[in-house]
Every structure is written in C-alpha cells, then in structure tokens.
C-alpha cells in the first residue's frame, strides 16, 4: 500500500494508472477487479486526488454494515443457529472458538455441534474450544452421520433455552460433490427441526489464499447459500485485497476478520476502518 500510495501521490492526469493497476492485482484484488477500479478512478473529476479517486472506488466495492446486524433466533424461545463451513486449514475450527468466546462474553449461552465427524481430531478440538470458551457441547463418535449432530444440538438447545448454537463441519475440499452435498443436508436438518430457522451460514476463509479463496467461495456459496464470511490470518502474509473481490463478486459481506491467535482475536469487520486502514 505504501508503493501504490506513492504512485498516487499526484492528480489522475499524472498518475502512473497501469503501475497502480499491477499493484491493486498483486494485492489480490484480482485482474478484471482492478481494471474496473482504475478506468473508473480515472473517469472522476479532474480536481480531485488520484489516491482519493482509487479509495473511493475501492470503498464502494464493499457492503455496508447492516444497522444493528447481529445473531438473533427466527421467534423467541428458539436459538440462532450458526453453520461454519470451509476447506481444511483455513482456521474453521479456531474460528468457532472465538465466536463463542464472544458471545459468552456478550451473556448469550453458547453449544458447539461437532458435525465435523470425519476427523476424531476435530472433534477433541472442538471439544477443548469449549471448555476454554464456556460453551456446553454436543457430538457423536467419529464417522456418524452429521446431519444428526445437528438435529441433536439443535434438540439440545431447545431443551435447555441456549441462546447459540454454533456447528463446526468438516473441512471439506469444494471440489467433493458427496460431500457438498452432505452440507445441503444439514441445512434440510436444520429447517425441519426449526422451521424457519434462517441459519447464519459462514464461510472461513483464509485470506492468505487469494483468489483461489474467491472460487471456493462461491461454490460453497452456491450450495448451501452463505449469509457471511469469516477473513482469516490477516496478521500473516495476507494483501487483504481478496476482501474486495469477494464482496464485490458475492455480494456475501465479511462479518468478521482473524487478527490473532487469541480468543479475542476476532473482530467484527468495519468497511470504511479497513478502507482507512489500507491508506493509512
């Protein structure tokens, strides 16, 4: 960022508007994307700042925050379901951790569903991530069925007026049809257990992945339908252009994005603060 603010540290006329499109690519904002953003950058009135001309562009491209937007049950007595869905490695787990940790920390009870069940080990990990966050927790051996862990969280929640329930799936490679499938199911568990249910679904993303990040997405996107994304790993090597790609392409916005490896290492996104932060 700081080379691409020094190449607009002039008006749009002089602006090296090829070098600044390279940049915005190499950051992850992804070929068609920045070319988008230039033409149109370069397209606003003369007087003003050709690095506020490619902010105010880029600005555009994100979602704004939804007033008030938080996790909230379809009708009362019934709790806000959370499916957490994303390929291996990306943080789907610990992610799970933090947003418990969160919500405990709002006074909202907390059950973590352990439907990842292709994965013994995610299942203990799991486990520890809600012994650290305070959260109750419900799973089945290793290799059940878990669309069931579902349908038994959810009883469980019912049962005992938990305000949250927040279901881990396993870390699936988007390219495993059966096994996108067996997220379509879920969401069908969902839906017959709690009609009208209107699940949180987010995709965890690690933001070190780039574009390949924008195509899992949005097969995951068209299968079970994501309501929010999770942005990983921005402390790491991350150029965070992916941000704008994904919201621009998706229209999914990012609700919360992974500075950290402790549990309060995750924070709510804000549009205009990441805008800020980028030019800063």
Known sequence: MSRL????????AAADWEAVEELLISGD???????????????????????????????ALLLPVEPGWRMEPAAPGQPA???VVGVNGTGKTTTIGKLAHGFQ??????????????????IDQLRIWADRSGSQFVAHAPGADPSAVIYDALDAALARHVDIVIADTAGRLHTKSSL?????KMRRVIDRRIPGARPEVLF???????QNGLSQARV??????????VLTKLDSTAKGGIVFAIEDSLKVPVRFVGVGEKLGDLLPF??????AALFA
């Open 105 to 122: 920390a709002e006074g909202r009870s907390v059950l973590l569903a352990a439907a990842d069940t292709f994965r013994a080990a995610g």
């Open 220 to 229: 995951f996107n068209e299968t079970v339908g994501l309501t929010g994304i």
């Open 81 to 83: 379901v959370v499916l």
């Open 204 to 210: 965890v993303l690690d933001a070190t992945t780039g």
């Open 180 to 184: 996108m499938d067996e997220l379509a």
């Open 5 to 12: 603010r020094g190449l607009l540290s002039t008006g749009p």
């Open 270 to 275: 804000d549009p205009e603060a990441f805008v």
């Open 29 to 59: 904002v992804g070929g068609e994307l920045a070319m988008e953003v230039v033409e149109r950058a370069r397209r606003r009135k003369s007087e003003e700042t050709a690095e506020a001309a490619v902010r105010a562009e880029l600005a």
